[in-house]
């Protein structure tokens, strides 16, 4: 199974920006991207195939966040800009064998990091 290793979350403040990186030990066909926030369900945030590289947005990130990726590393990075509070949870990295937006379509998880943006 792919292991999954996030780096670059933190605190910033509203309207600013982050990104974050996603290094996988192999190739998978797609890599995504969800949050939790605290009390929350699992969410959809955004993915990305590695065969054209088509990418999918959740609603409340599109037009802010975008999602890419680096071939030749096995990274996939997400952009995050005008962040708000409400962007707020720990975002986890994850790889599928299809295009998913469900959590339960993803084979590997990685540990997660955080992500906070003070008003």
């Known amino acids: 199974q792919v292991q999954l290793v996030e780096s670059g979350g933190g605190l910033v403040q509203a309207g600013g920006s982050l990104r974050l990186s996603c290094a996988a030990s192999?190739?998978?066909?797609?890599m995504g991207w969800f949050r939790q926030a605290p009390g929350k369900e699992r969410e959809f945030v955004a993915v990305m195939n590695w065969i054209g590289y088509g990418t999918w947005y959740g609603d409340s990130v599109k037009g802010r966040f975008t999602i890419s990726g680096d071939d030749a590393k096995n990274t996939v990075y997400l952009q995050m800009n005008s962040l708000k509070p409400e962007d707020t949870g720990v975002y986890y990295c994850?790889?599928?064998?299809?295009?998913?937006?469900?959590?339960?379509?993803?084979?590997?998880w990685g540990q997660g990091t955080q992500v906070t943006v003070s008003s």
């Open positions: 994850a790889a599928a064998r299809i295009v998913g937006t469900k959590v339960d379509e993803y084979d590997a």
């Open positions: 192999g190739r998978t066909y797609a």
